[in-house]
T-cell receptor
């Protein structure tokens, strides 16, 4: 059972466009992370959000944790070809160190 | 950032043989490491939690006798795929938890191909 659903699954956009990726669950997480993964490599951590309603910015990337800590979003402004990759959210259950990964969003930014 | 290494980065083996994959935390001690499996164009699926000095905790549906995990020291966990079959071919990724920062760091992954 996949607890974290990401949407969209695939996204192909032109350079300069904006986009939002969603990560949704019926479960409450104590924290949530976003990763980007390149083909043949391990995931690289982008951000960790902990507090409900929290917003974090990383250059052109804006991350938000839902008020109820069940969902999160990643917004990219003025996407660039270098943003191409697989974006993964991962939720941490309270009282554990175990992260459960979302279904993934594959982004392709065309020059 | 913290560095986690995996060895080998890729391996090809014959059906029926066993393959060992190492995961090392290079600049911190990790009492907890995780092993994931990733099929092409899919997300990561947690296989097991590796605990230093104790037995690993396996996720539902993961055969513990097939995927042997040993966390022999605070910097090393190994995953052995026993009697490998072509369906075991996958990208295996480990992560290590840095307890001082409460952050997990991923290794670069190991691509296993069973012929």
């Amino acid at each position: 059972t996949q607890l974290l659903e990401q949407s969209p699954q695939f996204l192909s956009i032109q350079e300069g466009e904006n986009l939002t990726v969603y990560c949704n669950s019926s479960s409450v997480f104590s924290s949530l992370q976003w990763y980007r993964q390149e083909p043949g490599e391990g995931p690289v951590l982008l951000v960790t959000v902990v507090t409900g309603g929290e917003v974090k910015k990383l250059k052109r990337l804006t991350f938000q944790f839902g008020d109820a800590r069940k969902d999160s979003s990643l917004h990219i402004t003025a996407a660039q070809p270098g943003d191409t990759g697989l974006y993964l959210c991962a939720g941490l259950f309270s009282g554990t160190y175990k992260y459960i990964f979302g279904t993934g969003t594959r982004l392709k930014v065309l020059a | 950032g913290a560095v986690v290494s995996q060895h080998p980065s890729w391996v090809i083996c014959k059906s029926g043989t066993s393959v060992k994959i190492e995961c090392r935390s290079l600049d911190f001690q990790a009492t907890t490491m995780f092993w994931y499996r990733q099929f092409p164009k899919q997300s990561l699926m947690l296989m097991a939690t590796s605990n230093e000095g104790s037995k690993a905790t396996y996720e539902q549906g993961v055969e513990k006798d097939k995927f042997l995990i040993n966390h022999a020291s605070l910097t090393l966990s190994t995953l052995t795929v026993t009697s490998a079959h072509p369906e075991d071919s996958s990208f295996y990724i480990c992560s290590a938890l840095d307890p001082s920062k409460n952050e997990q760091y991923f290794g670069p992954g190991t691509r296993l191909t069973v012929t």
